[in-house]
């Protein structure tokens, strides 16, 4: 017996079904992949919220969102995040009235194409009886701020930490390029308000005839000033390390002998590796 030959209705209803199934498939994956980014811009949303939350309960305001000048005076203009700080996303504040203004923390100059969110809160300035003001608060999530983050989590918690990198141009004050085919991935400690320790790494594109620098405040965490050359291969990513140690370890050996890792609490400082 042979094969039932459908009728042209029946291949229609099929035909008109495939489409609505593969329709459906396709408009399901659409929206995964355009959410991601928006998922990603949530988070930071929340991130933002929870930062400016706890800078409205810290020493900077007595009583809730009411900031006391002489607090703000001391950080005015400088690139601390403190009291409040989070491990990944750096931000940068602004508080002002009608007569006056104040702002610190981060700021990048380099990588600047990072996630960015920026929110405004309601608050009050205690000067001269209590001024009503506005708070912006501006987060950034960039590949510093990871960087910084890897130093941090390494040096306290004993455990290796990595990311991707792309090809990077960064220098330190004393880095020389030697090949211009290099990628390169530079930071070094800085000391800045004293004691205040900070995170940078500078870049040999000059913009207005100048080299650019920036930092993050990286408070209490030891890690190697570093100067990587590296060149991206085809079809492969080129990872960045972290690895806590006792004492500072070259890359090669580190790769080889998983016992000169520090476990928590033996942790002296912090050596960068590409791999």
């Given at each position: 017996?042979?094969?039932?030959?459908?009728?042209?209705?029946?291949?229609?209803?099929?035909?008109?079904?495939?489409?609505?199934?593969?329709?459906?498939?396709?408009?399901?994956?659409?929206?995964?992949?355009?959410?991601?980014?928006?998922?990603?811009?949530?988070?930071?949303?929340?991130?933002?919220?929870?930062?400016?939350?706890?800078?409205?309960?810290?020493?900077?305001?007595?009583?809730?969102?009411?900031?006391?000048?002489?607090?703000?005076?001391?950080?005015?203009?400088?690139?601390?995040?403190?009291?409040?700080?989070?491990?990944?996303?750096?931000?940068?504040?602004?508080?002002?009235?009608?007569?006056?203004?104040?702002?610190?923390?981060?700021?990048?100059?380099?990588?600047?194409?990072?996630?960015?969110?920026?929110?405004?809160?309601?608050?009050?300035?205690?000067?001269?009886?209590?001024?009503?003001?506005?708070?912006?608060?501006?987060?950034?999530?960039?590949?510093?701020?990871?960087?910084?983050?890897?130093?941090?989590?390494?040096?306290?918690?004993?455990?290796?930490?990595?990311?991707?990198?792309?090809?990077?141009?960064?220098?330190?004050g004393k880095s020389e390029i030697s090949d211009f085919r290099d990628c390169t991935f530079a930071l070094y400690r800085q000391e800045k308000l004293g004691e205040r320790k900070f995170m940078c790494t500078s870049s040999r594109q000059a913009a207005f005839g100048r080299t650019m620098t920036e930092c993050r405040?990286?408070?209490?965490?030891?890690?190697e000033d570093t100067f990587l050359t590296y060149r991206p291969k085809e079809n492969s990513i080129t990872v960045l390390k972290a690895y806590p140690v006792?004492?500072?370890?070259?890359?090669?050996?580190?790769?080889?002998?998983?016992?000169?890792?520090?476990?928590?609490?033996?942790?002296?400082?912090?050596?960068?590796?590409?791999?």
């Open positions: 017996m042979g094969e039932k030959i459908m009728s042209p209705g029946e291949q229609f209803a099929f035909i008109f079904s495939m489409l609505i199934t593969l329709g459906t498939i396709l408009i399901l994956v659409s929206l995964f992949v355009s959410t991601r980014p928006i998922v990603q811009t949530d988070s930071l949303i929340r991130t933002n919220a929870e930062i400016a939350d706890n800078i409205f309960t810290s020493n900077l305001v007595v009583p809730r969102a009411v900031f006391v000048a002489k607090e703000l005076d001391g950080r005015k203009g400088s690139q601390l995040e403190e009291p409040v700080r989070h491990c990944g996303v750096g931000y940068f504040m602004q508080v002002k009235t009608k007569d006056e203004e104040w702002s610190f923390g981060y700021q990048p100059e380099i990588f600047t194409d990072g996630l960015t969110v920026s929110q405004s809160y309601p608050a009050a300035v205690s000067k001269n009886g209590i001024q009503p003001a506005r708070v912006t608060l501006t987060v950034y999530d960039n590949l510093l701020t990871r960087v910084s983050c890897m130093a941090e989590k390494a040096y306290k918690l004993g455990e290796i930490q990595k990311t991707e990198i792309p090809c990077e141009l960064l220098i330190t405040y990286l408070p209490d965490v030891f890690f006792r004492t500072q370890t070259p890359c090669e050996e580190l790769k080889i002998n998983p016992g000169l890792i520090a476990k928590k609490g033996e942790v002296q400082t912090v050596v960068f590796c590409i791999e």
